[in-house]
């Protein structure tokens, strides 16, 4: 049995993920860091003071087994979210109706495993009792419009673990038997937050992603509280950054990341969106380290097939050298790239017209010593995406001959 950890988004391996489980010898740990904090997820966020749970949800739900016959059940259930036009009390109703009876229905989703619908049952209770002490103490009411049921059984999970979102991952993990291991990326709540090259403040994840600019970010931070817009905005730039650089946290990974990482036979850098997913990651306080002391493990870097709206303007070097001045940006050395990167993985195929492509940039690796594998690894069938089928034959390939 291989170790494999991926170190992964909501949405950028959803091609690479379901291609790792597939194989039989493969385990697979997923590291995802919890710093979303758009729309319901904002929300949940804000009533419960955890940790956001969308994308590991993201990833969960590709790790769902398909051979279990509530397969289509559970994706239903992953997917759902409350009606935008919903009435909160028609809501809170049918959650209760879930909860005090024999129902085998919980928002007309079909859950028939006995162990899954009972411990749905205890994560619920604990996210209904948690949300009227909450609603209380803020004197403000939870809207359930567009939320997605999962983040509300995840609050309840995090609530019934101690508010550990670690501990509630895992809970969901062996609630569902997943094919593999999501874990956050720490355990610690803060706030990301961002500055572009010309001075501009994302003051928020959601506006990371959602705020689109062909001005790059210069750099993202991690805060105890959110930036009250208001006082902050009569900063002039170098104040702004000054501030910033001053309440920047350095957030240590969690246990379990850690291990995962020490343990690993192979650890993958996977495409996906840099600021709002994979730099916050990268940043983390004992990743690079870890990363650094497995020396046997195989360590591939995956570049972007298409330019990313956060990054519009990267070459295939932007995403690695981007990658290594985060990954040093924590810890209390600077590794090299050679301890933290073998093979670079660059697309060079272009199967799609309106797709703006990130290309090979020969003078953007003159400096770089990592070895570059340029290939196809675009998929046919869905161009624009990785063909997670190749990339992992590919990565597998590598190990075998690294190591036989």
């Known amino acids: 049995m291989l170790n494999v950890v991926i170190l992964n988004g909501g949405r950028g391996a959803s091609t690479i993920i379901p291609a790792l489980i597939s194989r039989q010898r493969l385990h697979v740990t997923s590291i995802v860091n919890a710093y979303d904090d758009g729309k319901s997820t904002g929300a949940i966020r804000r009533f419960f003071g955890m940790l956001g749970p969308s994308d590991i949800r993201k990833v969960q739900e590709l790790m769902l087994p398909k051979d279990d016959p509530e397969h ?4 239903t259930l992953f997917q759902y979210r409350f009606p ?25 989703i079909h859950l028939n495993n006995i162990r899954v619908r009972e411990k749905l049952k205890s994560f619920l209770a604990a996210f209904l009792t948690g949300l009227n002490t909450i609603e209380k103490a803020r004197q403000e009411q939870f809207d359930f419009a567009d939320c997605s049921i999962m983040n509300c059984l995840y609050a309840g999970a995090f609530l019934a673990s101690n508010r550990n979102i670690e501990q509630a991952t895992i809970s969901i993990d062996r609630l569902f038997q997943l094919r593999g291991t999501v874990l956050p990326t720490s355990i610690e709540d803060k706030k990301l937050v961002a500055q572009r090259e010309n001075g501009e403040i994302l003051y928020s994840e959601a506006e990371i992603v959602e705020l ?22 009569i900063l002039d730039n170098n104040e702004k950054r000054s501030y910033l650089e001053r309440h920047h946290c350095y957030v240590g990974v969690s246990p379990g990341v850690r291990r995962a990482l020490q343990q690993a036979d192979i650890i ?24 650094s002391d497995n020396h046997s493990a195989l360590k591939v870097f995956i570049t972007n097939i298409g330019a990313d709206y956060e990054t519009p303007s990267y070459k295939a070097s932007d995403y690695i050298l981007g990658a290594y001045r985060y990954l040093n940006l924590s810890d209390k050395r600077n590794y090299s790239m050679e301890e933290l990167f073998d093979v670079i993985f660059i697309n060079q195929s272009h199967f799609k017209d309106d797709e703006t492509y990130v290309d090979y940039d ?8 990592i070895e570059s594998l340029i290939d196809v690894f675009e998929s046919e069938d869905s161009p624009g995406k990785h063909n997670g089928t190749k990339v992992v034959k590919t990565i597998l390939d590598l190990y075998e001959d690294k190591h036989f």
């Not at 994979?278 to 983390?284: D, E, Q, R, V």
């Open 72 to 75: 289509e059940n559970y994706v």
């Open 84 to 108: 935008l036009d919903c009435n909160r009390e028609d809501i809170l109703e049918q959650l209760k109706l879930f909860l005090d009876s024999e129902s085998m229905e919980l928002m007309g």
């Open 212 to 233: 689109r600019s062909n001005v790059r970010v210069e750099q993202i931070y991690l805060l105890d509280q959110s930036l009250d817009r208001s006082t902050f905005e």
């Open 268 to 291: 993958i850098y996977s495409a996906g969106t840099q600021h709002s997913s994979l730099y916050p990651t990268y940043m983390s306080a004992g990743l690079a380290e870890s990363i």
């Open 362 to 369: 020969e003078e953007g690796f003159h400096n770089i010593s």
